[in-house]
């Protein structure tokens, strides 16, 4: 009696792990991720691409990055969700705390927390000399600055929930590069801000191309970018094209990749014709050929 009793005890308890540790199983299979990032070395400027692999109970993802929110879309129709991350150019080095919250179809949520590292860059100096009017403001000029900044910085703030570019981007122009991206420009031996986008060489008239497809959301002609197209691609990611001798598109328009938005030249404040090319992603200021390397 007492081996049988000894035996029906253990095999409860064998059943009883075996219950448990299924549970837990089809608990951890439920909500199970698996994340992944590129650039694995990430620096100041880059673009970090976040891949979520989910199982088949995962309903919807969201995440928070520096204090931004996340939202991620689906690739095709897999089970593989992305994300995009902007690490400005000023962004302190060290390592920042990614939070990605998966939904499961039962209402339960979890949220997986990860660890990216963002590295130091040397973007290094370059000294430029401007006629004094062009660096020393006055006071009407300035106001007038101020406004136009106002102007742009509010666009950054409404973002499309949809995704509007499709597969690779492309340079809006094959000029070489004559101002590199993050350069601190050093005005009349003055130290100013860093350089938020890539210069690129441009013939008179040459024509400027969209990156990929979008919408205009600005056509203007300010102090310092002169003639100036911003095209918002969604899900806050804008391209800028800026010192146009013509401009070919409106407000509101859909362009396709590719589609001429102008012809560069030397408006604003410019020592000869070129263009400026510029990235934000989620009002961060990133290098411009890291979108080259999104797919």
């Not at 801000?193 to 441009?202: K, P, Y």
Request: glycine share 10%; aromatic share 8%.
């Amino acid at each position: 009696m007492k081996v049988r009793f000894l035996i029906y005890s253990l095999l409860s308890v064998f059943l009883s792990i075996l219950l448990l540790s299924g549970t837990a199983f089809a608990k951890q299979k439920e909500v199970s991720l698996k994340v992944g990032w590129l650039p694995r070395k990430i620096e100041q400027g880059d673009i970090c691409v976040v891949n979520v692999l989910v199982a088949k109970g995962i309903r919807s993802l969201t995440g928070e990055f520096q204090g931004k929110d996340l939202s991620f879309y689906k690739v095709k129709k897999g089970r593989l969700f992305r994300t995009l991350i902007g690490i400005d150019m000023e962004t302190d080095p060290g390592t920042y705390q990614l939070v990605i919250s998966a939904k499961s179809r039962s209402g339960k949520t979890v949220k997986g927390r990860y660890r990216i590292r963002i590295k130091e860059r040397d973007f290094g100096e370059q000294r430029i000399t401007l006629p004094e009017e062009m660096v020393e403001l006055d006071e009407d000029t300035l106001k007038q600055v101020e406004d136009e900044e106002k102007k742009v910085k509010e666009i950054w703030t409404k973002e499309r929930s949809d995704r509007l570019w499709r597969g690779k981007f492309i340079k809006p122009l094959d000029g070489e590069v004559i101002s590199p991206f993050g350069v601190r420009r050093i005005l009349n031996d003055l130290p100013r801000n860093r350089h938020s986008g890539v210069d690129l060489e441009a013939g008179m008239g040459e024509e400027i191309r969209s990156s990929n497809a979008g919408i205009v959301v600005l056509v203007d002609e300010l102090y310092f970018s002169g003639k100036s197209v911003v095209v918002d691609h969604g899900r806050g990611l804008y391209t800028m094209y800026f010192h146009l001798s013509r401009i070919d598109v409106e407000e509101g328009q859909r362009v396709k990749k590719g589609e001429v938005l102008g012809l560069a030249g030397s408006t604003g404040r410019s020592t000869g014709p070129h263009l400026h090319w510029g990235v934000r992603l989620h009002d961060a200021r990133v290098d411009p050929f890291s979108l080259l390397k999104l797919k």
